[in-house]
């Protein structure tokens, strides 16, 4: 028998998440607001993320647009994932993608926004399983992490208009 009371959870990485833990409200208004993973103020409703314990997890969360056909509802976007409440997983990085539509996560075609997400997550990612402070390695053509997340590479993207702002705490 295997025992998970034991398992550490290092890393949450949220692309995009919708908080409707169910179908679009235009699809079932009874089942949309069903089993929230973030905080929903317009409900009321807290989500399953106070489960995590404090500051022991890192999240990174990605918003997208509202989509109107996959994430058209306002309360269930991202944007409640991190300023919800203090339930998310902290320290949180919080990367606001304006401009890219919910359902451009799904896709395979190559885009600046594609490109963008998957170097931040790889970035994150490292920073998380390499939590020492050290540097990539010389295929990813960087010398610090933080270049990708919160430096000079990530200020360019939002310069250039294909990150709207990050934020963390």
């Not at 991202?78 to 304006?98: E, I, R």
């Not at 970035?123 to 000079?152: C, F, K, P, Q, R």
Request: with cysteine; aromatic share 10%; proline share 7%.
């Amino acid at each position: 028998t295997t025992s998970f009371t034991n398992i550490t959870i290092r890393g949450v990485m949220a692309m995009d998440p919708v908080n409707a833990g169910g179908p679009p409200c235009f699809v079932s208004q009874e089942l949309c607001s069903n089993y929230p993973v973030a905080p929903n103020p317009k409900r009321n409703q807290r989500g399953v993320l106070y489960k995590i314990p404090p500051n022991t997890t890192k999240s990174l969360i990605m918003r997208s647009a509202r989509d109107a056909l996959v994430n058209p509802e306002e309360e269930f976007n991202a944007f409640h994932f991190f300023y919800g409440n203090d339930t998310v997983p902290s320290p949180a990085l919080y990367v606001d993608f304006d401009g890219l539509p919910h359902s451009a996560y799904t896709t395979t075609r190559l885009t600046v926004w594609t490109q963008i997400c998957k170097r931040t997550m790889t970035a994150w990612l490292y920073s998380i399983l390499h939590d020492d402070g050290t540097t990539m390695t010389a295929s990813v053509h960087v010398d610090n992490v933080d270049e990708y997340l919160t430096g000079a590479i990530m200020q360019r993207d939002i310069g250039n208009g294909y990150v709207l702002a990050i934020d963390s705490r």
